[in-house]
């Protein structure tokens, strides 16, 4: 399923309250966006320092996936936290599940186990969850780029069986039935209503004819369909008189792509839903186009319309609502406010849909396209005062610098605008502001106390031209630019046309309707460098209100996190990040008492080159220090007489730890050579209570070669729904050191039945105890042994698909080492080598250069001859800040004739905690344990 094997995960009771957490996308299900915790405040947030990073290893396609678009995917995603576990969706659409004390990983989940990802992703704004009923354990709910919709178990993030098929449903059924071919996905989190789950979902912006934007709910726990919502009224619909002729029949577009909010104490459903398509061209869809750019509230329970409102008739310019409506107390009413791209603020009776202050039907340009047929009037309100101007002239272009005033001079001249509203003509228009705002999918943040909302805003214009297409085309006209389809009005560095701020964050006094303050957001490192300040930029990615007085925000293009003073809009704090933060962040407190502040880094998107793939977690305490640990003492079980060379893994089928291992009592028939590897088969024990008791159960099945090979040194890595085991083997002939050695590479999708895939080809023919991880990069490399190297060097191979390995060369010369075991560990990564008898073990930030770290890990003192414990070959399993080795030991002796070293005199299976102290490994082997590792973050963990 993953490339972390699944652990199973016990919740903790029920845990923090929601108030404590952040259980929605918008904290609450009305998305106000504003938490009551105030351990971090207005006094102390200049102490806030990095808690912890979680590296989500997707900020570049997977091995074997298509390329994505022109721009790389952002990193848009809102996590949620409930009782101390964080749950967050990647931009490859995998879903995780994380420790929100620490960020180590507890469960992942991918959604392209079974199929094809799609060529071009979209970015994923957050996932739902649903808490589950005294019978059902919760789900966690989220979309996906090829429009599926996933139900997962939180505490296992195993696909839940009962939800249509086997733990998700295919939303193009009954929606996108005529087109096969175009593009449906979902990139915003579903909302949880009682017993259902509600989605929208994105399609296509062109052509005008595709798959329909209709909501529809589920039954959370079957998956079957409870209701549909028509976005474009059907015949005999009230609604359905504002399209003229056929122009709705098969329309697309006119959907809710954004995030729905809910007000569940009077079961009201609000949707922003999309403008039809084609975005920029309406002569086939005449009309004032209902429900299109309208917000809508339903009833939860039926999906029947309550009210609606229009922002925008006849849409021409692709300026569909593109927030979550905020539901709020405006006057002394119940009240939603939604903020559009126009940069206009509406602010309305929650209950009745009219406005709470007045508006006013404008006259506005109309289009000189032939067949167009543009609304002669929009609405504008009187107040909240626009976030963004409207209108250009010549003297507000950038003076930035000469070469940018310079370019922008040009092009301005070249362009005709007629302020607000004007449509794209036959020749090049500007349109102001553009697609990107105003405002933006981000929307706002709420602070009930202040009675003030929080909104980002950009200063971003918008160019093009309508171009007749020929005879037959999808479009009668479409958009066009030498600069391309979208081009916006900026220079070549993308710094906007006209005179900074381009990016603001405002307070907004929802009684009165007045700005309170209003701020640039974000700065111009380039500009600042020659004594330009206060820029702003084009920002995406919302805030965050708390009870502490502050507004934490990411969103600008410049690699930083703020807090501003709610009061005045003071900027307080600022950190810098591994990329862009667009997306919206959060705040939670876990059931320690710590408050943390968390926010996705990962650039990309349209103002951004620069990528990451982090999950931030910011605290009052000082970043995360790994200390001496408690030790954990020696625990022992002799699995099976002659256990050896383990390695763990979590079967998630059967709710069960496995660990296979080197048998060396199972005996095959006709083999003559080192008494030790007399048929060594791989043995495989079970635990059910997580390790403190293990047992017995058979022999792996392996299907290569004859009877009499002997198999040893077995490794397990998960991904993508397969279990891959690579496995070192020797003829039955092996009676030297000299016998010709490999490994073998096989698959298994329950753990049970193995199928031989390939032998690896590295180079040589004694190649023996592998052991793999994923590298940043997302490649894989293999550590192993060489036994045509007489000085016992470790070697490595790296591959790009576990299927196809290359082999590269020396990783740790001169080791005199075998049986290397690789880890991820304390943000390092961990190699531990045997040295025969105890074990060196080598750290690296990046798998390149290895440092010696101990030499004597677990060594004894004592020779051959004194009957010593010594310990071998290891596997280690990571939960949280503690990892734990497992290894073999040996008793050494001589053998029957007193000659030499007897082997097999006695080896079992043990167990230590390691611990950090002062950069190195140490442990504690003491006084027996009793382990239990329930809970464990993964069965591989060095992936």
Request: glycine share 10%; hydrophobic share 35%.
């Amino acid at each position: 399923m993953t490339r972390t094997a699944i652990a199973f995960l016990t919740l903790i009771g029920t845990g923090v309250a929601a108030q404590e957490g952040w259980p929605v996308y918008g904290h609450d299900a009305g998305g106000a966006r504003y938490s009551p915790l105030r351990e971090i405040n207005t006094g102390n947030v200049t102490r806030l320092k990095r808690a912890w990073v979680y590296h989500t290893g997707d900020v570049t396609p997977l091995a074997n996936d298509a390329p994505r678009g022109q721009h790389q995917i952002a990193f848009e995603a809102t996590p949620l936290v409930i009782d101390d576990v964080m749950y967050l969706v990647t931009t490859a659409n995998r879903i995780v599940a994380l420790d929100a004390n620490t960020g180590h990983e507890i469960w992942t989940f991918s959604p392209w186990s079974r199929r094809k990802r799609p060529a071009h992703d979209k970015p994923s704004r957050g996932l739902s969850y649903w808490p589950g009923n005294a019978g059902v354990p919760p789900r966690i709910l989220a979309g996906t780029s090829d429009g599926r919709l996933i139900a997962l178990n939180a505490r296992t993030g195993l696909p839940v069986p009962g939800f249509g098929d086997e733990g998700e449903i295919d939303l193009r059924q009954g929606v996108a039935d005529s087109f096969p071919n175009a593009n449906y996905d979902v990139t915003s989190p579903p909302v949880i209503y009682r017993n259902m789950v509600i989605t929208g979902a994105e399609v296509p912006e062109s052509p005008g004819l595709g798959p329909s934007g209709d909501v529809r709910a589920f039954n959370v726990q079957t998956g079957k369909v409870v209701w549909r919502f028509h976005t474009i009224p059907q015949p005999g619909e009230p609604g359905h008189e504002t399209w003229k002729g056929n122009g709705w029949k098969e329309r697309t577009g006119t959907n809710v792509w954004s995030i729905m909010t809910l007000d569940e104490e009077r079961g009201l459903l609000f949707l922003p839903v999309g403008s039809p398509a084609y975005d920029f061209y309406g002569g086939d869809r005449k009309g004032q186009n209902l429900y299109g750019d309208s917000l809508v509230a339903l009833r939860a329970e039926t999906g029947e319309v309550v009210w609606h409102y229009q922002f925008v008739h006849h849409d021409v310019w692709d300026y569909d609502p593109p927030a979550p409506p905020a539901l709020i107390t405006a006057q002394g009413k119940p009240a939603v406010v939604e903020v559009t791209k126009m940069g206009l603020v509406f602010i309305l009776d929650r209950l009745t849909g009219r406005p709470l202050f007045d508006v006013t039907e404008t006259p506005v340009p109309q289009s000189q396209v032939p067949g167009e047929e543009t609304w002669p009037t929009q609405p504008v309100p009187t107040k909240p005062a626009p976030l963004s101007r409207s209108t250009m002239t010549a003297g507000d272009l950038t003076t930035v610098t000469a070469e940018s005033h310079r370019y922008c001079a040009e092009l301005f001249a070249k362009l005709t605008t007629r302020g607000r509203y004007t449509p794209f003509d036959l020749t090049p228009t500007l349109v102001f502001p553009g697609t990107l705002g105003g405002a933006t999918w981000s929307g706002v943040s709420y602070d009930p106390e202040r009675k003030l909302i929080f909104v980002n805003a950009n200063e971003v214009g918008a160019i093009g031209q309508l171009t007749k297409q020929p005879e037959g085309a999808r479009n009668a006209y479409e958009r066009t630019s030498p600069l391309g389809g979208y081009a916006r009005f900026w220079d070549t560095n993308h710094y906007p046309c006209q005179q900074p701020p381009w990016g603001t964050l405002s307070a907004i006094d929802v009684d009165t309707g007045e700005t309170v303050w209003k701020v640039p957001l974000g700065i111009t490192r380039a500009l600042e460098k020659v004594g330009i300040r206060n820029t702003g930029t084009p920002n995406i990615g919302g805030s965050i209100a708390t009870a502490g007085g502050l507004v934490f925000i990411g969103a600008s293009a410049d690699e930083r996190f703020r807090a501003f003073d709610a009061a005045t809009g003071k900027e307080l704090w600022t950190a810098t990040l591994d990329g862009s933060a667009y997306a919206t962040p959060i705040t939670y407190r876990t059931s320690k008492g710590q408050q943390f502040v968390a926010v996705a880094a990962g650039g990309g998107g349209f103002f951004s080159e620069q990528t990451a793939d982090t999950m931030i977690a910011f605290s009052l305490a000082e970043p995360q220090t790994v200390g001496k640990l408690a030790p954990k003492p020696l625990y022992r079980d002799p699995v099976y007489d002659g256990a050896a060379d383990p390695v763990l893994v979590w079967d998630s089928a059967h709710s069960r730890w496995l660990m296979f291992y080197t048998n060396r009592r199972a005996r095959a028939p006709n083999l003559q050579g080192v008494a030790w590897v007399h048929g060594t088969r791989i043995g495989v024990a079970e635990s059910r209570d997580g390790g403190a008791q293990w047992n017995y159960i058979g022999t792996a099945q392996i299907p290569y070669g004859k009877s009499d090979y002997t198999h040893w040194a077995p490794e397990i890595i998960t991904h993508d729904g397969l279990y891959h085991m690579y496995l070192s083997i020797v003829p039955g002939t092996f009676n030297s050191w000299d016998a010709a050695r490999d490994i073998i590479h096989l698959t298994s999708n329950n753990l049970n039945d193995w199928k031989y895939e390939s032998t690896l080809q590295l180079g040589s023919d004694r190649v023996i105890d592998p052991s793999v991880i994923q590298l940043p990069n997302q490649n894989w490399r293999m550590w192993y042994k060489n036994e045509r190297a007489k000085d016992g060097t470790i070697y490595y191979a790296d591959s790009p698909d576990l299927y196809h390995w290359t082999g590269k060369g020396v990783a740790l010369p001169g080791s005199r080492g075998e049986g290397p075991k690789a880890f991820r560990w304390k943000d390092s990564y961990w190699l531990i080598v045997d040295a025969w008898g105890g074990f060196e073990v080598y750290r690296s930030d990046d798998c390149l250069l290895w440092i010696l770290q101990d030499r004597r890990l677990l060594q004894e003192p004592g020779t051959i001859a004194t009957d010593r414990t010594k310990g071998n070959h290891c596997d280690v399993v990571v939960s949280g800040d503690r990892a734990y080795m497992f290894y073999f030991t040996h008793q050494v002796g001589l053998d029957a004739e007193g000659k030499g070293p007897g082997w097999e005199k006695h080896t079992d299976i043990q167990v230590v905690e390691l611990e950090y102290q002062e950069g190195k490994l140490r442990c504690d082997r003491d006084q027996p344990a009793h382990m239990n590792l329930l809970g464990v973050s993964a069965s591989r963990p060095h992936q």
